[in-house]
């Protein structure tokens, strides 16, 4: 056996999981929260056992990890017996600069570290749980596996911001798209899946989470994504606005006398359908909606309008379309959002089977018709495996690196 943990740091949590890479399944999960607070809080849970809940006092992240390696002793797997071969860590902003997984060392922690102007809220609480990681497995390589990384495929004429070149080049100011592990690991589940060569296929991939992108996939490569510079472009969110128009800012600034910080926290914490409906979770806005609310009837028509005009969007792209991938927490639960998005698109060869739809199923399914032009499916994302696999074909050397 050997196995892979991987690590989800926050600034004031981490998630992690240990993965048996032989098997591809799950040994033990937990989560280490509210780090740096009087009362921090750990769960644990070893594969096949109740899980395991502590509250005690968490200072900081090294702090945290003796919590977790305590939670292996304790409750299991005993990660001498599971032959931890090295650790993976998640990291949001990869910038220009690492173009895939990458062998941790103190000059890629710096870059990383670097990188925080683009990404101020993760990559500094990412070199945390680093260096907290470092210091607890010292004996095994950390490799980071970047959310941008995916998209660095992407034509300049797809990145490029039609703003003065010079100060976008300054500023490292392009798009560089996010999500990248999940449309990466679903494209090429789909492909697996419906036993179709990756290469030869057209995808969209509409991950729709609490944040939510749009990836145009050709043959295994991404050509286009919606989000941005950060992950507040593209799509209507829980509570990111996505798509707007820039100078709506200006406006707010001069009118409402809004300053910058407070325009950040409205587009990234108050918009979305948070901001439409008071309600930023879309089960509760579904649930409305069926209950005839039309407030939050009118929110999911924006949230429809706009997945719509990116699908069209991306098909011009792509120049064709074989597959469409729903994921994530509302693409793979969702199946009035799966067909309020995709509705009177079937011009276009894409027709939902309204009884391989409607029902809810945990497992990766058509949910096309047959005669539909475009196979349409549900594909349940893995991050965290696709971060494992990423970290072991770096360790064994079998993808370059950056
Ligand atoms: P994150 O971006 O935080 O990883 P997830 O992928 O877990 O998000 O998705 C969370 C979202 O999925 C929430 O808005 C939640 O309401 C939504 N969701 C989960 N189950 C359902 C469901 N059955 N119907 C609609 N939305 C759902």
Redesign the pocket.
Known sequence: MSAVLVINSGSSSFKYQLIDMDTETELATGLVERIGEATGHARHAAAGSARVEQTLPIPDHTAGFAVMLAAFAVNGPRLTDANLVAVGHRVVQGGSIFQGPTVIDDEVLAQISDLSDLAPLHNPAHVQGIIAARESFPEVPHVAVFDTSFHQTLAPAAYTYAINTALAAEHSIRRYGFHGSSHKFVSEAAAAFLDRPLAELKTIVL??????SVCAVDGGRSIDTSMGLTPLQGLV??TRSGDIDPAVLFHLHRKAGMSIDELDTLLNKQSG?LGLTGN???????DAAVAGDEVAQAALDVYYHRIRGYVGNYIAQLGGLDVIVF????????G??RAGALAGLEFLGIELDPARNDP?AREARVISTDASKVTVVVIP?NEELEIARQTLATINGSVSPT
């Open positions: 991950h729709l989470g609490n944040g939510a969110m829980g359908m930023g979770d879309m089960r509760d806005v579904e994921t994530a927490g509302v693409g793979e639960n969702s009035i959002v809810f994302t």
